[in-house]
């Protein structure tokens, strides 16, 4: 890895953590049931606001964009409330919404960071109702055409249970991690979001517990998430 790159994720996020060393546990534990040597689209949601996948989303691509030899493009599909073009110091617009309305291409909508091998396409402009914007196979399509620039697609989704925006992207992305804030997200609500995804054929790929230290001190000392493999279909 050249210094340049090195210095560019350890500016958000120290790679060496033990936090990355547990993500990079569950980029292994998805290889091997998805094959991320090929064309792949991830989506990370959670039940509610306030479970870390925002944050989650964001440390996930660096240990994609820092251990495989491919281009990572993380996307704010969160367009009610982005988040991630002010993490990267960037525009919200133009971005994801305005290339699914066809007013924006790739080279204009997508924000270069200052980590290698991994850019961002930040929220952009809702301009009306989210879920109408993602009718038809909209997302699909786009996300086959980001597959012409990325390897690896990553989106940042809305929560589950209070929206129906993230079943639009389902048959856009290859599976879906589920984040669980533990010991604060009731586990009816939790369930409540694993059956509207299982109930719309999502491919759960497993379940991430954020804040797991805090619940179980002893487990693991410097644990931050927890990794339970979804249920195979």
Do not use: W
Not at 22 to 35: F, H, Q, S, T
Not at 95 to 103: E, Q, S, V
Not at 167 to 172: E, T
Request: charged share 25%; glycine share 10%.
């Amino acid at each position: 890895m050249s210094n340049k790159r090195n210095q560019g994720s350890r500016g958000l996020f120290d790679i060496e953590s033990p936090m990355a060393i547990e993500l990079r546990r569950i980029m292994i534990r998805i290889g091997r049931n998805l094959d991320l040597d090929r064309k792949r689209a991830l989506m990370i949601t959670s039940a509610e606001r306030g479970e870390g996948k925002s944050l989650f989303s964001l440390h996930f691509s660096l240990v994609l964009a820092y251990h495989l030899p491919c281009r990572i493009l993380l996307v704010d599909a969160d367009i009610r409330r982005p988040v991630q073009h002010t993490v990267f110091s960037t525009r919200v617009e133009p971005g994801f919404a305005d290339m699914l309305r066809g007013g924006a291409g790739i080279e204009a909508a997508v924000a270069k960071t200052q980590v290698k091998n991994l850019d961002l396409l930040p929220a952009g402009r809702p301009g009306g109702h989210p879920s109408r914007l993602f009718g038809g196979h909209r997302v699909r399509n786009l996300v086959e055409k980001l597959h012409e620039v990325y390897d690896i697609v990553l989106l940042d989704a809305p929560p589950v249970v209070p929206v129906s925006d993230p079943l639009h992207f389902l048959d856009a992305v290859d599976g879906v991690l589920y984040m669980v804030m533990a010991g604060q997200t009731p586990k009816e609500l939790s369930r409540r979001g694993v059956d509207i995804l299982n109930s719309a054929g999502a491919n759960i790929l497993g379940v991430v517990a954020n804040n797991l230290a805090e619940v179980l001190p002893y487990y693991y000392d410097q644990k931050y998430y927890g990794y339970e493999k979804g249920k195979k279909k």
